[in-house]
């Protein structure tokens, strides 16, 4: 295992790498489980040398209080990528390494894909995620980039990055990893309480749920049932379901045949903001 902290260490590690043979990145804010480690298996299955980078990324909060309380777990991030392959590389630099002394954003046209559901809910945080996403594949140039489909509005904005950068890396999209009773999971995990974190299964419990109800019923019912589930339930608090066009994430209007859906949803519980989503079709 090799860790690196800079853009030069890096820069100089991947030179050492044999240049016929690809990169896989796993781009990551770390406190890893099981869900990344998918992703890095994945990436060890297709790549010769793969490269994680942990680095909280301070652009892509909006809430101030969710930055400063991100895990930030090296040591135990290391055991773990060591326990699935020691031929891993690691890139966790500091703030100031990626941004300089002015952390700043830049702005992007996303043609909408950030204008919903969690774009809506949280200002500027795609452009923050962009700039940082940019940045790694800029400095790693990856053949092949995994991302969770946990966060699938991200992953089809970093999709439209790849466009609008004009970089040559293919994106992979991996399934969500659940705990065992359906809870998606999340680094935000560790800071509910035991009881919350059985409690929250409730979510999943529900998308499944509204996924059967998807065969026969509209949208629009579908949407007031998932409301009508969480106002009966007083320990989850939930921001938005959305189901929308997987594609362009534009909310359903009316079902068509050859379109694929996804229910999407926010939900706080115990204050922590928790997001699932689930294909409908
Ligand atoms: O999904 C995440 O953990 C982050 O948004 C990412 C892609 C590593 C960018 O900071």
């Avoid at 770390?30 to 942990?54: C, D, F, P, Q, T």
């Avoid at 939930?238 to 229910?263: N, S």
Wanted: proline share 2%.
């Amino acid at each position: 295992m090799v860790l690196v902290r800079t853009k030069k260490e890096l820069a100089s590690l991947l030179s050492s790498f044999d240049k016929t043979r690809g990169i896989g990145l796993v781009p990551t804010m770390g406190a890893l489980h099981k869900g990344h480690m998918a992703l890095v298996k994945r990436a060890i299955s297709e790549n010769e040398n793969v490269v994680v980078s942990i680095f909280v990324n301070p652009t892509q909060f909006n809430n101030k209080e969710d930055l400063v309380k991100y895990p930030q777990t090296l040591e135990a991030d290391m055991a773990l990528l060591k326990e699935v392959s020691n031929t891993i590389s690691v890139f966790a630099p500091t703030v100031e390494e990626i941004y300089g002394d002015k952390t700043k954003t830049k702005v992007y046209d996303f043609e909408g894909l950030d204008k919903v559901m969690e774009g809506e809910f949280r200002d500027d945080h795609f452009n923050g995620v962009g700039t940082i996403v940019e940045t790694l594949l800029k400095l790693v140039k990856p053949k092949k980039a995994y991302f969770g489909e946990k966060d699938f509005q991200q992953l089809q904005i970093i999709k439209k990055l790849v466009n609008i950068a004009n970089l040559s890396v293919e994106i992979i999209g991996c399934p969500i990893v659940r705990e065992a009773n359906g809870l998606a999971m999340s680094s935000r995990n560790e800071r509910l309480s035991k009881t919350m974190r059985k409690e929250a299964a409730f979510i999943y419990k529900t998308l499944n749920t509204a996924k059967k109800k998807f065969g026969t019923k509209s949208a629009k019912e579908v949407i007031d049932w998932v409301n009508g589930e969480f106002q009966k339930n007083s320990d989850l608090d939930l921001e938005y379901i959305a189901i929308t066009d997987v594609d362009t994430l534009t909310p359903i209007q009316k079902k068509q045949k050859d379109v694929k859906y996804r229910a999407f949803v926010a939900v706080y519980a115990e204050s922590i903001r928790l997001i699932d989503n689930i294909a409908l079709n």
